[in-house]
């Protein structure tokens, strides 16, 4: 996903139980919030986004339907973010 090459992301969860590990599929889902990753939590959603891949890389395909996978986009948070995370570390380093 960091990376760049993940087109979508299926990823199913039991909504009846409590996860032990919730930090990290929060973190998960976080990501692709982040990187601007198709996610999918439902079967109906996943059938959906099957369907748009298959679209999007048959034949000569239509990379606008995915462009998380085939163009580098970012939320414009984290731009925001990654700006204001380095005006701190320069203020510290230049102590």
Known sequence: MCTGG???MLFFQDPMSAHPH????????RQALV?????C???TSAYML???????LHGEGR???IPSHFFTLQS????????????????????
């Open 6 to 8: 993940l087109g979508g």
């Open 22 to 29: 919730q930090s990290d599929i929060d973190c998960l889902c």
């Open 35 to 39: 990187r601007n990753v198709m996610s």
């Open 41 to 43: 939590n439902t079967p």
């Open 50 to 56: 099957i369907n748009t891949l298959r679209t999007a």
């Open 63 to 65: 990379p606008e339907l």
């Open 76 to 95: 414009p948070s984290v731009v925001a973010y990654k700006l204001a995370q380095s005006r701190v570390i320069a203020s510290h380093s230049a102590k």
